[in-house]
DNA sequence: ATAGAGGACGAACGATCGTTCTGTATAACT
DNA sequence: AGTTATACAGAACGATCGTTCGTCCTCTAT
């Protein structure tokens, strides 16, 4: 057996918190059990779990990694367009894209998320809900600034805004998996580009 | 221990599948476990799976139990009102109603089943898919009414307008019991009835 | 050259999982 | 009243759960 050097170690910890990820959008994050997925790393149980303590420290890992890579797949490139309406549309495109390319094989991560902890009290429903809090905060800032640019309705309230986006995108999107409707992430799109004034369909 | 008549053991039948049916509105389908839903009921593990034969068949007669639950609480009320928009605006109403009066204790089931097994196939996913057709088709085609009567536009297209309902209702639920935001409720509401044409708040 | 730190292993822990089998007490039927 | 059917308890099953332990191996630093 190679042994690893003290970068391989690190990449050995971020790829089983990524393979966790892929494994939880599947299962959920209450779903994931040490020996499975040490099973698909061809890791011991003991040295798996090693890496992060105990359980619950792992799985508040592997969240923290999906929100980093809802981040990066969804937020990161709509910074490219214009704060206001133009920078949420381009939230929108990348929403429903990350969706369509399954970034997470198993439907949206912190959706699955979600639904786990939002009964359950604990470290986790903290850690779910201050996520979510951040990135309603994020889409309705943007929002208020598409309003003041006179983008959006002046009766049109930001936090509604961020929160139907948000309800649609992650209703629309386990539905449409759960059913297996093909059109589903284009109703989705359409509906969330309905809720911020745009056209069904984009120009592009 | 006093022993039961034919009729006391279908009672207890149901009784034990409404108690299985409010433990996964907050562990999950997935989460319930025979021997913690035997302890709630002050029953062995064998008597309880017994009446059922595998743990699988149980949770699909929760599932049913859950569905009938939603349906006695959300539709069936609103079939008072007059085919068309009017009974979407009941559904609407029912909708949050049955939400806001916690007819689940941990937030809707059919939500968080749907997320369950919707990256999960098998008897399970099969039944939930199934359900969740079933409402869309009805929602579908109390909006193609609405829509001959002219009250919805007539490029809306009913297909799409169920979805949103459906993705609005289960993902605004969700999200607004996360992140413990009381005024939730009162946005998805607002935005399920933007989404069938009718003002933010109602008229009564 | 050698001591130390740390990662990973295999084995084992008690607990709990879903399931099966057996015994028994009651209800329903003849 | 005697027989059959049924519903449940209790015990036990193999499997798997998360966790802990002691040991080995490799790398780093002195």
Redesign the pocket.
Known sequence: ?????????AD??AS?VEAAVDLASVVGLEG????????E??????????????????QRAVLAAAVERFTDAVWRPALRSEPGLPRLEAVVDAWIGHLRDRVFRGGCFVTTASVEYDARPGPLHDDVAAAVRRWLGVLEAEARHARAAGDLPADRDPTDVAFELHSLASGGGVAGRLIGDAAALDRTRAAMRRAIGLPPASRR
Do not use: N, Q, Y
């Open positions: 057996m190679p042994r690893r050097s003290a970068a391989h170690v050995s910890r089983a994931i059990t040490i020996g499975r997925l040490a099973g790393l061809a890791m011991s149980k003991s040295g798996l779990i090693g890496r992060f303590g105990d359980k619950e420290a792992m």
